[in-house]
């Protein structure tokens, strides 16, 4: 039993690896990190440091699943990732709110040059550091790494521990033994403290406090000065009261439109019903733009 119950495992998770775009189309070299991986793990002490993209070296940590995905998938988030190298150029202003251990944000760095900016947020102390670590590794010193929350407002504020990519905020008033007092900022008030006059690209994952940050960004979003944000619609928004339709709605009356990206298109697409919507979804002031400048920025995958 014990036997095929591994067996089971191991053929899980071979068709996970294989269904991700670039595993599909490398199918060698995935099993070759899948194996060096597993290898590594056992025989190596501590973060172990592979080179991803041809141009960035990344720590990856045993504990961290985002480190296994990343190492199981190469090009962790397909879509998404190519979004991010067809949208960016070299003098945006990129902001990466719940970075966790940095993939995103290096990744972002790639397209970002020495006339744009890179901020990324992390309350997490243990995720915040190997973030910091990250970016000393690649010699990016221009990234500023913020160990802050984003919220709807300053403040301390409580955000769970022992929970690897899925530690989060807790609601005011919610029981959990497990946490530590970190420090809340809400976007309006960070921009206007640092003089940041426009957000071209927003990445926010902070595990269904989504409408705090939003909410936190009222003014930016009413001036529509954040261009294209990508966020998560997660049952996880429950956890804080809040229904998808809310937090759609919320950004739909700030003027913005919610898409999906259309990968073999190279376009965002408007979505209809947000019942349908998949987990990473893009809103956008103006579309026209933001599809005008994918197909100028775009590049063979």
Same mark, same amino acid.
């Given at each position: ?16 690896v294989y269904s991700h775009p670039f595993n599909r189309r490398r199918p060698f070299f995935a099993l070759y990190r899948l194996i060096r991986w597993q290898w590594d ?77 890179? @901020?990324?947020? $992390? ?6 550091? *190997?973030?910091?670590? +990250?970016?000393?590794?690649? /010699? &990016? ?28 905020l807790i609601q005011d008033g919610a029981m959990r033994e497990n946490f530590v007092i970190v420090h809340a900022v809400s976007l309006d008030h960070y921009c206007r ?10 990445? @926010?994952?902070? $595990? ?6 939003? *909410?936190?960004?009222? +003014?930016?979003?009413?001036? /529509? &000065? ?49 019942r349908s919507f998949k987990q990473n979804m893009y809103a956008a002031h103006d579309v026209d733009w933001v599809n005008e400048r994918l197909q100028s920025g775009v590049?063979?995958?």
């Open positions: 039993m014990k036997n095929q119950n591994l067996v089971e495992r191991l053929v899980g998770l071979l068709k996970t793990k056992r025989v190596k002490s501590g973060p172990i440091i592979y080179e991803f993209w041809n141009c960035r070296k990344i720590l990856c940590f045993k504990d961290a699943t985002e480190s296994m995905w990343l190492v199981y998938n190469y090009i962790m988030d397909w879509d998404e990732f190519w979004f991010i190298q067809r949208y960016l150029t070299s003098t945006m202003c990129v902001f990466d709110v719940g970075c966790n251990i940095g993939v995103y944000t290096l990744w972002i760095s790639r397209f970002i040059g020495p006339e744009g900016r890179i @901020i990324a947020f $992390e309350p997490s102390g243990t995720a915040y550091q *190997r973030c910091v670590q +990250q970016m000393r590794l690649n /010699h &990016l010193e221009s990234v500023k790494v913020e160990p802050l929350a984003v919220a709807d407002r300053e403040g301390e504020a409580h955000f769970s521990t022992g929970m690897d990519w899925n530690n989060h403290e640092r003089n940041v006059k426009k957000i071209h690209f927003m990445k @926010i994952d902070i $595990e269904g406090a989504e409408m705090l940050a939003f *909410r936190g960004a009222h +003014q930016l979003l009413s001036d /529509h &000065l954040i261009d294209v944000i990508q966020f998560e619609v997660t049952d996880q928004l429950g956890s804080f009261g809040i229904q998808r339709s809310q937090l759609i709605q919320y950004l739909e009356s700030h003027g913005y439109c919610i898409c999906s990206y259309d990968l073999k298109e190279n376009r965002l697409v408007p979505c209809i019903d947000h590049s063979a995958h």
